[in-house]
């Protein structure tokens, strides 16, 4: 009898689930945004399951109309996938996934918390969260404030493609200071949130009184505001690898 050395994740996967059921899902997740379809070899090298295992799958993943195979024998994915993700996009609820990250955000820094998106010309209050002091930077969830004063309209702006400084700064940074530039009391520290295919969805922030939330307390959070901001973008995006938005220089006006 002729032995074939099993894959090597078929033990990595013992005891935590269903082994043929997350081998499937690892096959629908090979493909991304860009992939119109992929070839046996891609998926068996994206997955790293053998070519046997792959085109098991994949042919069992097709009888319910998951996967297609074309007709130069690529695989793309099919309406069934679709229908899945037809329906998550009809009941995602923003709130449901950045509320977290703000919590934690707000809870790791002292600060409150705030998404924001652009309509027109203004920068939307979309989730908030309040820090834990008593003394804090109020916004409502709704309000409208300027996309050109602050750090997280700033921000907005800089990755929206605005020319010319400061956003050609934010850009090189990957996120923002402000001390006292829409409101003298107040500053921030922002950076930006990315959704399918890098596209620009909102900023997130922390925002305090100037007398507590100072150059040098930001920049003892930049770090974790930025880990938020790439945390936040992975969840937006559906992924749970991607690049970390971050930056090496620092602006603040």
Known sequence: MKYSKPDTEDNSDAGEGVVAV????????AFGVDDSHLSLAELSRRTGYHR?????LAR????????AQRVDGTWRL???????GACYQATFNVHDVVEPVLRELSSATGESATFYVREGNQRICVVRVEGPRSIRH??????ALPLNLGSPGRVILAFSGEAGEPYESIRRAGYMMSLGERDAEVSSISAPVYTSNWTLLGAI???GPLSRLTEEAMNGHKETVLAAASRLSRAMMGVHQGTSVSGQRMTHF
């Open 22 to 29: 997350r081998r499937a899902m690892r096959i629908l997740g």
């Open 52 to 56: 046997s295992t792959v085109l098991r």
């Open 60 to 67: 069992t993943l097709a009888m319910d109309d998951y996967l």
């Open 78 to 84: 099919a309406r069934a996938a679709g229908w899945l």
């Open 138 to 143: 109020h916004v409502r969830v709704g309000a």
């Open 205 to 207: 922030c922390i925002s």
